[in-house]
């Protein structure tokens, strides 16, 4: 089996978010999000989402592609959860490219394109 995992705050889910995940998806048999939890997105990334960890996560389980939620609650535990998982890829946008490269010893690294036209910071500015 082929373990993909990525991350993200997934507030204001959108289409762009799904069509990132389905992507995820089809790099492997198995996906798991780490989600940033509230703590981690107000503390480390000066950050607030409108949904708290519990709603966001609550709607990723929902997505079909979408196989297991952990927390995400440091910059610093990504190697750690490649292993404790057996992940084979890891998948972020490319708007990180190269900012997760010393994964590349443990696993594949794959930065995908955006979806064009949509972000979270997008909406939040449009509803403004």
Known sequence: MKR?????????LHYGHVRLLK???EL????IVGLSTDEFNEFKKHK?????????????EAI?????????KDW???IDDVKKYNIDTFVMGDDWKGKFDFLKPYCDVVYLPRTPGI???KIKEDLK
């Open 48 to 60: 607030e989402a409108y949904n708290t960890y519990p709603e966001r996560k609550y709607i990723l």
């Open 23 to 25: 992507r995820a998806k």
């Open 119 to 121: 972000s979270t910071t």
């Open 28 to 31: 492997g048999d198995y996906l």
């Open 76 to 78: 610093d535990q990504k």
């Open 64 to 72: 079909r592609y979408v196989d297991k939620v952990i927390p995400e």
């Open 4 to 12: 993909v995992i990525t991350y993200g705050t997934f507030d204001l």
